[in-house]
């Protein structure tokens, strides 16, 4: 891969005080709690470990800042500053980027989860597509899901979205990648931290329930906005651009009918700001569709930790 300027890269690693509720496909499971980053040990090692070896080893991320209370990481570790939070995901995500984006070239920053282990040769050629792709406002692969559900082995439970490659083809099926890298000074920062809160939450739940959970809880705070636009004589629209936005792309979704562009665009016009869109209107989202399976195999159960475990004994 060419040399590229390194990304500062967030590892949310924050602590689950209760297990995650699992869909009806995974009833049988054992899910996880607690800081999964020093809990979950592979090999007898700290998960957060092997994976601050693998992001080291890609040459991709620098600095590289673990999100998660410091009365289980300490005040550094492996080369990784902490900063200490833990709270909700989107309070942690929150607590990290206004950390790190002040102190990040263009504020661009990356951010992903402890509870991975990318392959090293999955992960730079992912980043390859990043790197070949900017300036972008944000960047979020999905992950092409194996033909076979069995090649999933104990993460085959995991929800899956069917997307088209393109317009006229055949919807594919595919799962969320676990890495994002925004630009910070594009996006509305409050209403990212707010729906990824409310993603989290749901994020074993079908399209339609996620759908209506985020549209809910943000709709007041979309309103306000507008009310501040209209003292602004500003044009008060922004309840209707992420309503509308939101609305069509998780029908759209549902139904397979979405391809990553439409769904890239749309997700522009919901969270990135009308002032950047305007001053900057050939920049764009990316959503890639790729090959990366250990990108998408975070583990949430005791079974799933027991295959990787053996997986790399």
Not at 75 to 96: Q, Y
Not at 156 to 174: F, G, N, S, V
Request: some cysteine; overall charge neutral.
């Amino acid at each position: 891969m060419a040399k590229h300027q390194p990304i500062p890269l967030i590892i949310l690693a924050g602590s689950d005080p209760e297990p995650v509720a699992l869909p009806e496909a995974g009833a049988d499971l054992h899910p996880l709690k607690g800081a999964k980053g020093m809990d979950l040990r592979i090999g007898g090692r700290p998960i957060i470990d092997l994976l601050l070896e693998r992001v080291k080893d890609s040459g991709c991320f620098d600095p590289v800042f673990i999100a998660g209370p410091a009365r289980v990481y300490g005040d550094h570790r492996n080369g990784a500053r902490i900063i200490d939070t833990d709270s909700t995901f989107g309070k942690n995500i929150e607590a990290s980027v206004m950390k790190v984006a002040p102190e990040s070239p263009g504020g661009i920053v990356a951010v992903t989860t402890c509870d991975i282990l990318p392959e090293g040769d999955e992960l730079r050629r992912l980043m390859e597509d990043y790197f070949q792709h900017a300036p972008l406002d944000f960047w979020a692969p999905l992950i092409l899901a194996p033909e076979r559900p069995k090649d999933m082995g104990a993460s085959a439970w995991k929800p899956k979205y069917q997307i088209q490659p393109t317009p006229d083809a055949e919807p594919t099926t595919l799962l969320p990648g676990h890495l994002v890298i925004a630009d910070t000074n594009a996006v509305r920062l409050p209403l990212v931290f707010r729906t990824f809160d409310l993603a989290y939450r749901s994020r074993n739940r079908g399209v339609l329930y996620r759908l209506w959970l985020i549209s809910t809880h943000i709709f007041l705070g979309l309103v306000v906005q507008d009310f501040k636009h209209l003292f602004a004589f500003r044009l008060p629209d922004l309840t209707a651009t992420v309503i509308t936005n939101g609305v069509m792309m998780g029908f759209h979704l549902k139904d397979g009918v979405i391809t990553s562009e439409e769904m890239a665009e749309r997700l522009r016009r919901i969270f990135v700001s009308f002032k950047h869109r305007r001053k900057y209107p050939d920049r764009k989202g990316r959503l890639p569709l790729m090959h990366a399976l250990s990108m998408a195999k975070d583990i949430d159960t005791e079974e799933e930790a027991r295959e990787i475990a053996r997986e790399l004994s």
